[in-house]
């Protein structure tokens, strides 16, 4: 039981994850205030100093708010792919300055290993400049992160299969989305290839990556206007039973809060 997960937030206004093994602490994102990030670790007693990363998905601000005071607080390392680096050095208003130490470059589809904890980033169809997922392994077990996805490909679905639990994004309500009032722009940007995927097909998706090991499915980066969570959960449920397939007592489905804390997970 020492590989853990908790989302410190996850949504539209701010995604932070954590993933912690008996001997690495990291977070996927801060797209929050360095205080906020820094209060969600202390309340499952992890300290801030000790995070020994943070991987970065892509650069928009809902993932990179809070690293730069990150970084510069507590001294950590900053994971990303080149391309992002360089979108992000274009953000040095939000990011402020960030030492050369802490800068370090991955590559997408290459396992990066951090003492017990292997960290493999992948491709994700979003709109930013070379945005990644991650899936995690430790111990056997694998933990897969894939939100900001516009859709899901054979690579994606492939490099989530065989996980004991995923955050799957299940941003939006399509039709909450259509007759909501957002403007035509943005209604195009999140519906399209490189947006936000649907409850719909967050709950196809997991049809697809069902397995028998799979232990928790956490529902996250809901939209804020376009979508509740009840509304994903029963959305994605009634897909998996349509398809024959059944938790009860097998799969825990959860929602992960805009705002506050998932419970920590261990597997
Ligand atoms: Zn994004
Ligand atoms: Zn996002």
């Known amino acids: 039981m020492g590989f853990k ?53 892509h650069e928009h601000i809902d993932h990179i708010k809070g690293v730069g005071i990150l970084t510069r607080r507590f001294d ?22 960030i030492s050369s130490n802490n800068r370090i470059i991955i590559e997408k589809d290459k396992d990066f290993i951090l003492e017990d904890l292997v960290i493999h980033p992948y491709a994700i169809p979003h709109d930013a400049s070379d945005p990644v997922g991650y899936t995690f392994v430790h111990n056997n077990k694998k933990i897969s992160l894939a939100t900001d996805l516009g859709h899901v490909n054979d ?17 939006h309500d ?54 509740y969570p009840k509304l994903a959960y029963n959305s994605v449920k009634s897909t998996l039973i349509d398809a024959g397939i059944e938790l009860e007592g097998k799969v825990e489905l959860t929602v992960a809060g805009r705002d506050e804390l998932s419970k920590l997970f261990r597997l």
């Open 76 to 97: 950590i390392p900053l994971f990303a792919t080149k391309k992002t680096w360089e979108a992000m050095d274009e953000m040095e208003k939000v990011l402020g300055k």
């Open 5 to 57: 997960f908790c989302t410190i937030t996850s949504g539209s206004s701010g995604n932070c994850i954590y993933v912690g093994t008996p001997k690495v602490n990291i977070l996927v994102d801060a797209g929050i205030s360095g205080i906020k990030a820094q209060r969600g670790l202390e309340k499952i007693d992890v300290n801030p100093a000790s995070i020994d990363g943070i991987f970065i998905t």
């Open 155 to 171: 690579k994606i679905k492939d490099n989530i299969r065989e996980s004991s639990l995923i955050l799957l994004e299940s941003n």
């Open 174 to 227: 399509i039709d909450m989305l259509i007759n909501g009032s957002y403007p035509y722009y943005l209604k195009r940007r999140i519906l399209g290839d490189y947006g936000h995927l649907c409850n719909e097909a967050a709950g196809k998706i997991l049809v697809e990556v069902f397995h028998d090991k799979l232990e928790t499915v956490v529902l996250g980066h809901l939209s804020k206007e376009n979508n």
